[in-house]
């Protein structure tokens, strides 16, 4: 990969050093300035975090602690365990180096086609069966060939950005450790000399910098076996009147056996295919809600309506962490073995709408990883008690099939038993009163007196109405009583309803 000035790529690890050297002394300000020391430039190695899983991606940020003013160049190499990590790419995108050389390539370093010498390289070796691969990656950068430009004093100053994946086929056991650390044995070119750890200050002075000997060792551990799946109503059908909803639950279960495992966090995405499907709601679940004592997770995320970076992949995007401060002691618990907890519901509603005689439209409703998140793609994880994060099975697909709703079940509004224009009120409960032990008319769609939603229609339901009307709560325009369930206030169906009990025509709603 080839970052900022050109000529780089060409140029022998020892002229860059001398450059790098020359330039330090460019510049009638250089003299003015306090002569640094060692311990005023830091370099560090600082992974995202310090446990994988087995053919897990991460991400590791190169940085320097910058505590005087005066650096216009350093060069550095950073070695790994080729046998356990790949180095997929090196990159200066998104990192603080990105306002200095605007000339990058983020193309994925290749092993195969050896692109000598550049400011930001991987450094190839011959492996099994003749194949090069990656043992580690350099870089060597010049912030200015006129002296005009010099590494800002900053606590944090991020020079690359280089992604490893553990390679497959490891054993594993009981987990197993590996190291990234700074080296000064890699050459960018084929017998060429070693690119130094060393940073280039004022007056022409090369020096080492703090950090040369820093280590940061990975753990890699094996990972429970986790399923994130969703299921749906049993017909998988939803009625395309942009109007209906479809319930959507999303569960995770542990299929392994051996000790309990605890969550502390978890983020996934959905993609949704927005021109036949909108996301009309996104709550937690039953196992989600009643953490925390039923007062649920310190922090929740659930964006409806998300999308790639580039417009081109939408759905939605949930994230959750439990504890947001120590002790953490909070968790999800999955018994090895045990049944999937319920961690979120997604209400589906159509985009379009299908008349009667129409064909039934099916669409996928998919898990993605790394593609939807319009500001950072949202990873799928679960983060364990000892920080190790988990990648589920998200393999499993469904299908919602948009249709016609036809003669299937009426519309109406619950508690509107009488079906006057002024929805559920006092009136509705005298009414279910006068039919059960006057002889009075029925309501032609049940559901409609179903005002408590408990699947059938007796006293209890002229009571719910009365109490939700007519008791006071505890403050002034308060009800003491919860309104009827949906649908309420708006008309809509019950999926426990049969056309028998809700015929279609049978209220205001269809009329």
Request: proline share 7%.
């Amino acid at each position: 990969m080839k970052f900022g000035m050109r000529f780089l790529s060409f140029a022998p690890a020892g002229l860059v050093l001398l450059i790098m050297a020359l330039m330090a002394g460019a510049g009638p300000a250089a003299a003015q300035q306090p002569q640094p020391v060692t311990t005023d430039y830091i370099f560090k190695i600082e992974p995202e975090r310090s446990v994988v899983g087995p053919a897990e991606e991460f991400t590791v940020e190169i940085v320097v602690e910058s505590k005087a003013p005066g650096s216009q160049g350093w060069s550095y190499g950073v070695d790994h365990d080729e046998k356990t990590l790949e180095l997929v790419s090196v990159t200066t995108a998104g990192t603080d180096l990105d306002p200095f050389t605007k000339k990058f390539d983020n193309t994925v370093p290749s092993c195969e086609q050896p692109q000598g010498f550049s400011q930001s390289d991987a450094i190839c070796t011959g492996g099994p069966a003749g194949i090069n691969i990656a043992i580690g990656f350099t870089q060597a950068i010049i912030l200015s060939l006129a002296g005009d430009a010099e590494l800002p004093v900053k606590s944090r100053f991020v020079m690359v950005k280089a992604r490893y994946k553990v390679r497959g086929g490891l054993n594993i056991g009981a987990g197993l450790t590996t190291e990234l650390a700074f080296s000064d044995s890699l050459s960018a070119t084929p017998g060429g000399p070693a690119v130094e750890t060393v940073i280039s200050v004022a007056d022409g002075v090369s020096m080492t910098p703090t950090g040369r000997d820093n280590k940061v060792q990975i753990r890699i551990q094996a990972q429970p076996d986790l399923r994130l799946f969703m299921t749906l109503p049993q017909d998988r059908k939803l009625i395309a009147n942009q109007q209906d909803v479809l319930p959507v639950n999303i569960l995770l279960e542990r299929k392994s056996q051996g000790d309990m495992l605890a969550v502390l966090a978890w983020s996934y995405s959905i993609k949704l295919d927005k021109s036949l499907l909108a996301a009309a709601e996104f709550a937690a679940g039953a196992a989600t809600a009643a953490l925390k004592g039923g007062k649920g997770p310190d922090f929740k995320s659930y964006n409806i309506d998300d999308r790639s970076a580039d417009g081109a992949v939408q759905g939605v995007t949930a994230g959750v962490v439990i504890d947001l401060a120590a002790p953490f002691a909070n968790d999800l618990v999955l018994p090895a073995g045990g049944p999937a907890l319920h961690l979120e519901t997604l209400k589906l509603k159509s985009a379009v709408k299908i008349n009667q005689g129409d064909p039934d439209r099916p669409t996928a409703l998919e898990f993605v990883k790394d593609v939807i998140g319009e500001n950072e793609p949202t990873d799928v994880v679960f983060t364990s008690q000892d920080g190790l994060g988990l990648t589920p099975d998200f393999s499993a697909k469904q299908t919602v099939v948009l249709g016609a709703g036809g003669l299937a079940v009426g519309r109406f509004v619950r508690g509107n038993a009488n079906d006057d224009a002024h929805g559920a009120d006092i009136g509705d409960g005298i009414w279910i009163i006068n039919h059960l032990f006057y002889g009075g008319p029925i309501t032609r769609c049940l559901g409609a007196a179903d005002a408590n939603d408990d699947n059938r229609v007796d006293l209890s339901d002229a009571v719910y109405l009365f109490l939700w009307q007519l008791q006071p709560g505890k403050h002034a325009g308060e009800a003491l009583y919860p309104k009827p369930p949906g649908p309420y206030p708006a008309c809509g169906t019950d999926p426990d309803l049969t056309p028998e009990q809700c015929p279609v025509g049978s209220t205001r709603c269809d009329r």
